[in-house]
């Protein structure tokens, strides 16, 4: 009773320290910071928090679509928004119907720490996956994470995947950095100051990404497979005109809930 006492007392201070720095969410941070660790470590991990570092980079996991998801200082933490992409990707699959592949092939590029393809195999473990990402860090944790389950190769885009996949990718899909380099500055400081310029700068308009993976996706894609590109609400018209451009046919998901956006291209299947 008197251990339990002293613990409570602990992470009432937590809370206090947390608050202290402006944390919106200081109760469910400290209990969560509470149960990670004791003494010295869970000290460090406090003044990681009260400095700044996001909750996720100091607890070492995101929750994302039900699963704790790995993240490393430095590189992007995955946004529950992305969970649409997720949805998305996985009714399309649902859809495919008769004829579709046993093992459907599944690509993630701008892969980060691989939320979206741990999420996509939680839900469809038979999938063909292969990840792709330029940053080495984020590739490194990306392979922990998946293990056997999927190959992760680092590089430019479409530039590391093997040329088996070309024409034959069912869902391609794409969290790819989409905010205009002016932006970043505006950004809370969780992001601006602790994930990598490189997960977020998206060039002048923030469509740089778009553009580069809607012009390439067509010789990846399989006859009726699907390109899914996160995006911002606002940059949903422009998102979209690059994959109609590229002679995808359209379509623009949106969940207000999680200010969530994903445009869908699809490539017509051949007839005959
Ligand atoms: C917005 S983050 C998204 C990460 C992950 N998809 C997620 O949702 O958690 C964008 C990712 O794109 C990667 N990236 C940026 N430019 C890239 C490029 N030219 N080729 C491959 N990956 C790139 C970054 O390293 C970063 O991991």
């Given at each position: 009773m008197v251990e339990q006492r002293a613990g409570q007392g602990d992470e009432q201070h937590v809370v206090e320290r947390l608050r202290a720095a402006g944390c919106v969410f200081a109760e469910d941070e400290a209990r969560l910071l509470v149960e990670a660790a004791t003494g010295s470590e869970r000290e460090a991990m406090v003044r990681r928090r009260v400095a700044g570092e996001p909750l996720e980079q100091v607890l070492g996991w995101a929750s994302f679509d039900g699963l704790r998801v790995p993240v490393v200082p430095g590189v992007f933490v995955p946004r529950r928004r992305t969970e649409l992409l997720v949805d998305v990707a996985d009714a399309l699959l649902r859809a495919?119907?008769?004829?579709?592949?046993?093992r459907p092939v599944v690509v993630e590029l701008?892969?980060?720490?691989a939320a979206v393809s741990a999420a996509l195999l939680h839900r469809r473990p038979a999938l063909d996956l292969v990840a792709a990402d330029l940053d080495p860090a984020a590739v490194g944790r990306a392979r922990r994470t998946l293990g056997d389950r999927a190959s992760v190769l680092e590089g430019d885009l479409f530039r590391p995947?093997?040329?088996?996949?070309l024409g034959r990718v069912d869902v391609l899909v794409a969290n790819a950095p989409y905010v205009p380099t002016s932006a970043i500055a505006t950004m809370p400081p969780e992001a601006r100051l602790h994930e990598s310029v490189l997960a977020l700068d998206g060039g002048a308009d923030g469509l740089d990404l778009h553009r580069r993976i809607a012009g390439e996706a067509r010789a990846w894609l399989a006859p009726g497979g699907s390109l899914l590109v996160e995006t911002s609400e606002a940059q949903a018209d422009a998102t979209e005109a690059l994959l109609a451009a590229a002679g995808l046919a359209t379509r623009v998901h949106r969940d207000d809930d999680r200010d969530a956006t994903v445009v869908v291209g699809r490539a017509e299947a051949r007839v005959g």
């Open positions: 495919a119907g008769p004829g579709a592949p046993v701008c892969c980060g720490v995947l093997p040329p088996r996949l």
